[in-house]
Protein backbone atom coordinates (compact mmCIF):
# COMPACT_ATOMS: atom_id res chain seq x y z
CA UNK A 1 0.00 0.00 0.00
CA UNK A 2 1.66 3.35 -1.30
CA UNK A 3 -0.78 5.23 0.17
CA UNK A 4 -3.61 5.07 3.08
CA UNK A 5 -6.43 7.77 3.08
CA UNK A 6 -7.56 9.36 6.70
CA UNK A 7 -10.91 7.18 5.80
CA UNK A 8 -9.03 4.17 5.28
CA UNK A 9 -6.55 4.65 8.34
CA UNK A 10 -9.74 5.54 10.04
CA UNK A 11 -11.79 1.85 9.04
CA UNK A 12 -8.68 -0.35 10.30
CA UNK A 13 -9.03 1.48 13.53
CA UNK A 14 -12.97 0.79 13.41
CA UNK A 15 -12.37 -2.67 12.63
CA UNK A 16 -11.32 -2.71 16.08
CA UNK A 17 -13.74 -1.60 18.16
CA UNK A 18 -15.17 -4.08 21.03
CA UNK A 19 -12.15 -6.16 21.20
CA UNK A 20 -8.95 -6.50 23.03
CA UNK A 21 -5.33 -5.42 22.07
CA UNK A 22 -2.61 -7.08 23.87
CA UNK A 23 1.15 -5.91 24.79
CA UNK A 24 3.01 -9.20 24.08
CA UNK A 25 7.47 -9.52 23.98
CA UNK A 26 7.32 -12.62 21.73
CA UNK A 27 6.18 -14.86 19.20
CA UNK A 28 4.63 -17.11 22.29
CA UNK A 29 3.04 -14.82 24.16
CA UNK A 30 1.30 -13.15 20.71
CA UNK A 31 -0.19 -16.85 19.78
CA UNK A 32 -1.87 -17.09 23.27
CA UNK A 33 -3.34 -13.42 22.97
CA UNK A 34 -4.45 -14.27 19.33
CA UNK A 35 -5.64 -17.94 21.11
CA UNK A 36 -7.35 -15.76 23.96
CA UNK A 37 -9.26 -14.12 21.15
CA UNK A 38 -7.29 -10.69 20.84
CA UNK A 39 -8.39 -8.48 17.90
CA UNK A 40 -4.33 -7.36 18.17
CA UNK A 41 -1.76 -7.39 19.92
CA UNK A 42 1.19 -4.35 20.79
CA UNK A 43 5.02 -5.84 20.15
CA UNK A 44 7.00 -4.77 22.35
CA UNK A 45 10.59 -5.84 24.15
CA UNK A 46 9.04 -5.06 27.84
CA UNK A 47 5.54 -4.90 29.25
CA UNK A 48 5.22 -1.38 30.96
CA UNK A 49 5.39 -2.79 34.34
CA UNK A 50 8.80 -3.99 33.68
CA UNK A 51 9.82 -0.82 31.89
CA UNK A 52 8.75 1.15 35.05
CA UNK A 53 10.65 -1.65 37.21
CA UNK A 54 13.84 -1.51 35.24
CA UNK A 55 13.73 2.26 34.40
CA UNK A 56 16.78 3.13 32.07
CA UNK A 57 15.75 4.22 27.99
CA UNK A 58 13.07 2.46 26.89
CA UNK A 59 13.42 2.50 23.04
CA UNK A 60 11.54 0.91 20.12
CA UNK A 61 11.43 -2.66 19.71
CA UNK A 62 13.83 -4.77 18.19
CA UNK A 63 12.87 -5.61 14.55
CA UNK A 64 14.03 -9.05 14.46
CA UNK A 65 11.04 -9.46 17.78
CA UNK A 66 8.42 -7.36 15.72
CA UNK A 67 9.16 -9.72 12.75
CA UNK A 68 8.86 -12.52 14.59
CA UNK A 69 5.32 -11.97 15.99
CA UNK A 70 4.26 -10.66 12.69
CA UNK A 71 5.22 -14.28 11.41
CA UNK A 72 3.51 -15.72 14.37
CA UNK A 73 0.50 -14.47 13.93
CA UNK A 74 -2.88 -13.28 11.73
CA UNK A 75 -4.51 -11.19 13.43
CA UNK A 76 -2.81 -7.07 13.13
CA UNK A 77 0.86 -5.92 15.01
CA UNK A 78 1.00 -2.54 16.28
CA UNK A 79 4.68 -1.52 17.79
CA UNK A 80 5.73 1.31 20.22
CA UNK A 81 7.82 4.15 18.86
CA UNK A 82 9.00 6.91 21.44
CA UNK A 83 7.06 10.40 21.35
CA UNK A 84 8.56 12.56 18.55
CA UNK A 85 11.04 9.87 17.09
CA UNK A 86 10.08 9.67 13.84
CA UNK A 87 12.82 8.03 13.26
CA UNK A 88 12.09 5.29 14.73
CA UNK A 89 8.21 5.67 13.35
CA UNK A 90 9.67 5.53 9.63
CA UNK A 91 11.32 1.87 10.74
CA UNK A 92 8.29 0.54 12.75
CA UNK A 93 6.48 1.23 9.11
CA UNK A 94 9.04 -0.05 6.45
CA UNK A 95 8.49 -3.24 8.98
CA UNK A 96 4.90 -3.22 7.74
CA UNK A 97 3.21 -2.76 11.66
CA UNK A 98 -0.63 -2.23 10.63
CA UNK A 99 -0.42 0.48 13.72
CA UNK A 100 1.92 2.82 15.70
CA UNK A 101 1.47 3.96 18.87
CA UNK A 102 3.52 6.96 19.83
CA UNK A 103 3.77 5.74 23.33
CA UNK A 104 4.30 7.58 26.54
CA UNK A 105 5.53 4.34 27.66
CA UNK A 106 8.62 4.87 25.87
CA UNK A 107 11.26 7.69 27.01
CA UNK A 108 10.27 10.37 25.06
CA UNK A 109 12.52 11.95 22.20
CA UNK A 110 11.07 15.15 21.63
CA UNK A 111 9.69 17.16 24.63
CA UNK A 112 7.95 19.94 22.58
CA UNK A 113 7.11 17.63 19.29
CA UNK A 114 4.92 14.73 18.15
CA UNK A 115 5.41 12.99 14.80
CA UNK A 116 3.51 14.83 12.24
CA UNK A 117 1.49 11.51 11.76
CA UNK A 118 -0.51 12.62 8.45
CA UNK A 119 1.97 11.93 5.73
CA UNK A 120 2.38 8.52 7.27
CA UNK A 121 0.46 5.49 5.20
CA UNK A 122 0.56 3.52 8.62
CA UNK A 123 -2.18 4.59 11.37
CA UNK A 124 -1.37 5.80 14.31
CA UNK A 125 -2.93 5.68 18.11
CA UNK A 126 -2.02 8.00 21.14
CA UNK A 127 -2.45 8.52 24.26
CA UNK A 128 -5.01 11.09 25.41
CA UNK A 129 -5.96 12.64 28.91
CA UNK A 130 -8.68 14.55 28.21
CA UNK A 131 -10.39 16.54 24.97
CA UNK A 132 -7.37 19.03 24.75
CA UNK A 133 -4.90 16.40 24.14
CA UNK A 134 -7.49 14.06 22.24
CA UNK A 135 -8.03 17.20 19.61
CA UNK A 136 -4.21 18.12 19.18
CA UNK A 137 -3.45 14.22 17.90
CA UNK A 138 -5.75 14.21 16.20
CA UNK A 139 -4.95 17.38 14.64
CA UNK A 140 -1.40 15.77 14.29
CA UNK A 141 -3.01 12.79 12.17
CA UNK A 142 -3.74 10.06 14.71
CA UNK A 143 -6.82 7.55 13.55
CA UNK A 144 -7.18 5.71 17.29
CA UNK A 145 -6.99 7.42 20.55
CA UNK A 146 -6.89 5.48 24.18
CA UNK A 147 -7.03 7.09 27.46
CA UNK A 148 -3.52 7.07 28.89
CA UNK A 149 -4.42 5.83 32.03
CA UNK A 150 -1.13 4.54 34.43
CA UNK A 151 0.78 2.21 32.26
CA UNK A 152 2.17 -0.64 34.49
CA UNK A 153 0.48 -0.20 38.21
CA UNK A 154 -2.45 -2.61 37.35
CA UNK A 155 -4.35 0.30 38.69
CA UNK A 156 -7.23 1.84 37.01
CA UNK A 157 -8.00 4.63 38.41
CA UNK A 158 -6.42 6.67 36.18
CA UNK A 159 -8.04 5.36 33.07
CA UNK A 160 -11.41 5.88 34.34
CA UNK A 161 -10.58 9.30 35.26
CA UNK A 162 -9.64 9.73 31.72
CA UNK A 163 -12.37 8.26 30.36
CA UNK A 164 -14.85 10.28 32.43
CA UNK A 165 -13.43 13.29 31.99
CA UNK A 166 -13.13 12.89 27.92
CA UNK A 167 -17.13 12.27 28.87
CA UNK A 168 -17.85 15.52 30.84
CA UNK A 169 -16.02 17.68 28.09
CA UNK A 170 -17.52 16.06 25.07
CA UNK A 171 -21.17 16.31 26.98
CA UNK A 172 -20.27 20.35 27.70
CA UNK A 173 -18.73 21.23 23.94
CA UNK A 174 -22.13 19.11 22.85
CA UNK A 175 -24.08 22.16 24.21
CA UNK A 176 -22.25 25.05 23.58
CA UNK A 177 -23.12 27.89 21.32
CA UNK A 178 -20.94 27.52 18.23
CA UNK A 179 -19.29 31.72 19.21
CA UNK A 180 -18.45 29.33 22.32
CA UNK A 181 -16.43 27.21 20.82
CA UNK A 182 -13.34 29.99 20.08
CA UNK A 183 -12.78 30.57 23.45
CA UNK A 184 -13.06 26.65 24.23
CA UNK A 185 -10.63 26.19 21.69
CA UNK A 186 -8.51 28.67 23.44
CA UNK A 187 -9.04 26.55 26.86
CA UNK A 188 -8.18 23.51 25.62
CA UNK A 189 -5.16 24.38 22.97
CA UNK A 190 -7.60 22.59 20.24
CA UNK A 191 -8.64 23.61 16.76
CA UNK A 192 -12.39 25.01 16.42
CA UNK A 193 -13.24 23.09 13.49
CA UNK A 194 -12.92 19.52 15.17
CA UNK A 195 -15.00 21.05 18.14
CA UNK A 196 -17.22 21.76 16.13
CA UNK A 197 -17.13 17.98 14.78
CA UNK A 198 -17.28 16.78 18.43
CA UNK A 199 -20.53 19.40 18.58
CA UNK A 200 -22.24 18.22 15.97
CA UNK A 201 -21.43 14.33 16.62
CA UNK A 202 -21.12 14.12 20.02
CA UNK A 203 -18.19 11.99 20.07
CA UNK A 204 -14.80 12.02 19.01
CA UNK A 205 -13.83 12.34 15.48
CA UNK A 206 -11.82 9.36 15.69
CA UNK A 207 -12.59 5.73 17.83
CA UNK A 208 -11.30 5.94 21.49
CA UNK A 209 -10.18 2.92 23.55
CA UNK A 210 -9.00 2.39 27.42
CA UNK A 211 -5.37 1.56 28.39
CA UNK A 212 -3.67 1.59 31.65
CA UNK A 213 -4.05 -1.08 34.74
CA UNK A 214 -6.70 -2.94 32.91
CA UNK A 215 -5.88 -6.19 35.29
CA UNK A 216 -9.39 -7.99 35.61
CA UNK A 217 -12.51 -8.82 33.92
CA UNK A 218 -14.05 -6.44 35.48
CA UNK A 219 -11.53 -3.48 35.15
CA UNK A 220 -12.47 -4.10 31.81
CA UNK A 221 -16.12 -4.23 32.05
CA UNK A 222 -15.92 -0.89 33.88
CA UNK A 223 -14.07 1.00 31.53
CA UNK A 224 -16.13 -0.16 28.34
CA UNK A 225 -19.62 0.97 30.34
CA UNK A 226 -17.86 4.23 30.84
CA UNK A 227 -17.27 4.52 27.13
CA UNK A 228 -14.68 3.03 26.03
CA UNK A 229 -15.07 1.36 22.77
CA UNK A 230 -12.56 -1.01 22.70
CA UNK A 231 -9.28 -2.10 25.43
CA UNK A 232 -5.44 -2.40 25.78
CA UNK A 233 -4.10 -4.38 28.29
CA UNK A 234 0.09 -4.52 29.12
CA UNK A 235 1.01 -5.93 32.02
CA UNK A 236 -2.09 -7.01 33.78
CA UNK A 237 -2.04 -10.55 31.58
CA UNK A 238 1.12 -11.76 31.17
CA UNK A 239 2.59 -10.66 34.88
CA UNK A 240 -0.83 -12.94 36.70
CA UNK A 241 -0.60 -16.43 37.48
CA UNK A 242 -2.42 -17.49 34.83
CA UNK A 243 -1.73 -15.42 31.60
CA UNK A 244 -3.89 -17.46 29.19
CA UNK A 245 -7.16 -17.99 31.45
CA UNK A 246 -6.64 -14.37 32.33
CA UNK A 247 -6.59 -13.00 28.56
CA UNK A 248 -9.76 -14.95 27.38
CA UNK A 249 -11.46 -13.57 30.65
CA UNK A 250 -10.68 -9.82 29.67
CA UNK A 251 -11.72 -10.76 26.36
CA UNK A 252 -14.89 -11.80 27.01
CA UNK A 253 -16.01 -8.91 29.79
CA UNK A 254 -15.30 -6.63 26.70
CA UNK A 255 -17.81 -8.28 25.20
CA UNK A 256 -20.39 -9.27 28.00
CA UNK A 257 -19.29 -6.40 29.72
CA UNK A 258 -23.31 -5.33 30.94
CA UNK A 259 -23.77 -9.40 31.34
CA UNK A 260 -23.07 -9.45 34.98
CA UNK A 261 -23.56 -13.09 35.43
CA UNK A 262 -21.23 -13.44 32.46
CA UNK A 263 -18.60 -11.21 34.15
CA UNK A 264 -19.07 -13.12 37.46
CA UNK A 265 -18.24 -16.35 35.13
CA UNK A 266 -15.04 -15.25 34.04
CA UNK A 267 -13.72 -13.35 36.83
CA UNK A 268 -14.17 -16.97 38.84
CA UNK A 269 -10.50 -18.76 40.06
CA UNK A 270 -8.42 -16.73 37.49
CA UNK A 271 -5.29 -16.68 39.86
CA UNK A 272 -3.59 -13.78 41.14
CA UNK A 273 -3.42 -10.97 39.38
CA UNK A 274 -0.36 -9.08 38.70
CA UNK A 275 1.33 -7.35 41.22
CA UNK A 276 0.29 -3.87 41.48
CA UNK A 277 1.14 0.02 42.22
CA UNK A 278 -1.36 2.25 43.80
CA UNK A 279 -1.04 5.31 40.77
CA UNK A 280 -2.03 7.96 43.98
CA UNK A 281 1.83 6.69 44.92
CA UNK A 282 3.88 7.70 42.02
CA UNK A 283 5.33 10.67 42.10
CA UNK A 284 5.33 12.90 39.15
CA UNK A 285 8.35 11.74 37.63
CA UNK A 286 7.34 8.20 37.78
CA UNK A 287 4.21 8.78 35.96
CA UNK A 288 4.13 7.84 32.13
CA UNK A 289 0.81 9.35 31.74
CA UNK A 290 2.35 12.81 32.22
CA UNK A 291 4.62 12.43 29.33
CA UNK A 292 3.81 14.47 26.07
CA UNK A 293 1.22 16.54 26.29
Known amino acids: MKKATNTTKLGLAEMLKGGVIMDVVNAEQAKIAEDAGACAVMALERVPAQIRAEGG ?29 FAEARILEALGVDFIDESEVLTVADDEFHIEKASFRVPFVCGCRDLGEALRRITEGASLLRTKGEAGTGDVVEAVKHLRKLRTQIRRVSVMEVDELVSEGKNLGAPVELLLKVK ?59 DADKLAEVSTALGQPMKSVQAASLLTHERFAERGR
Open 57 to 85: VARASDPAMIVSIQKAVSIPVMAKCRIGH
Open 200 to 258: ETGKLPVPNFAAGGIATPADAALCMALGAEALFVGSGIFLSDDAPKRARAIVTAATYWQ
